[in-house]
């Protein structure tokens, strides 16, 4: 069957934590669409800032139901909220620091009109005051049906900002409390492990705010990526499933004990920094060498790690 066109079948799915200074312009640009959605959900998880009176302002102009979490509950108990108050067929998700290009909806549902599934959004990478950059990494790169199962236990190539069907998410059985991040990445493992196919839009139409916590962060999802592979093999539903699960499952401790290794190095433990360095020489050859180099020489790798995050911004400031 035909995928919904109109944009009151969607509602905008958006958590937020202590987001006063960029959710304004992350709703404006939902009001700015050429489509309009039928809903916009805004959990507020446990703000200290005035997020909640930001989004208050928008009532008006948005049809806009606030929920507030509190205490702080994360992001993974924020979207379970969230798609507890969403009665749509279809559910887009949008970061609080995003923001959408005024086709998106439009492209987003053209997309999913024509391929019913998960559609994953392209992004511009953004630095306010710096401008845009093509964030087409071969990594986000979407595979072929017949390979995005293998690809997606490898990594997350599905871009946060997606749209999926209220059906598909339910299927499945929705977000998994337990994971505290890491969730959209797992649901998205168990939707096409059923048969969901993942497309994309053909043109850019989100601009994904990059600061420089954002481009120096590393390794820092490691250990929620152990958790997220760990999960996919204990649900490898064949042998060979099993293999790709359990072959990321390895990477992924190898990035968590490089991690590991870096915090021991910057707290000046040699003895421990060679310890976990040891565990990461296993992984990918990105992984292998800068582990190399912190059994050898911590402090080195310590610099070396610095120095590329400073390049890394720069490039993108450039």
């Known amino acids: ?34 489509i309009k959605p039928g809903a916009v959900i805004v959990v507020d998880d446990g703000s200290t800032d005035e997020t909640s009176s930001v989004v208050e302002q928008w009532k008006g102009r948005l049809p806009i139901e606030l929920v507030r979490l509190d205490p702080n509950r994360g992001v993974a108990a924020a979207r379970i909220t969230a798609m507890e108050h969403t009665t749509t067929k279809l559910v887009a998700i949008l970061d609080a ?25 392209q992004p511009l990478e953004w630095i306010p005051g710096s401008g845009v950059a093509l964030g087409a990494e071969p990594r986000r790169d979407v595979p072929p049906p017949a390979d995005q199962l293998k690809v ?27 994971l505290a991040v890491g969730e959209d990445w797992d649901l998205w493992i168990r939707l096409v492990r059923t048969g969901t196919i993942v497309t994309s839009t053909e043109h850019p139409t989100l601009l994904y705010r990059l600061g420089a916590e954002s481009l120096s962060s590393g390794y820092s999802s490691a250990p ?47 003895r421990a920094t060679r310890r976990a360095a040891a565990h990461a020489v296993r992984g990918t050859p990105r992984v292998a060498v800068q582990a190399a180099v912190l059994m050898v020489m911590p402090r080195l790798g310590i610099r070396a790690r610095d120095r590329v995050a400073t390049l890394r911004r720069r490039v993108k400031r450039s």
Request: charged residues 20%.
């Open 1 to 34: 069957s035909s995928a919904p066109r109109d944009g009151d079948d969607v509602t905008v799915m958006l958590c937020a934590h202590n987001a006063a200074h960029t959710i304004g312009a992350t709703l404006a640009s939902i009001a700015g669409q050429t």
């Open 97 to 121: 620091d995003d923001v959408w290009l005024p086709d998106h909806l439009t492209a987003m549902l053209a997309t999913l009109a024509r391929s019913p599934g998960i559609v994953a959004a």
């Open 152 to 178: 997606l236990l490898n990594h997350n190539f599905v871009f946060s900002g997606a749209l999926f069907a209220r059906a598909d998410y339910d299927r499945v059985g929705g977000y998994r409390a337990d």
């Open 224 to 270: 929620s990526d152990v958790q997220v592979m760990q999960l996919a093999l204990d649900d490898a539903g064949d042998a060979r499933e099993h293999n790709w699960a359990r072959r990321g499952l390895h990477r992924m401790k190898a990035r968590l004990a490089l991690s590991e290794a870096l915090e021991h190095a910057r707290a000046g433990n040699a």
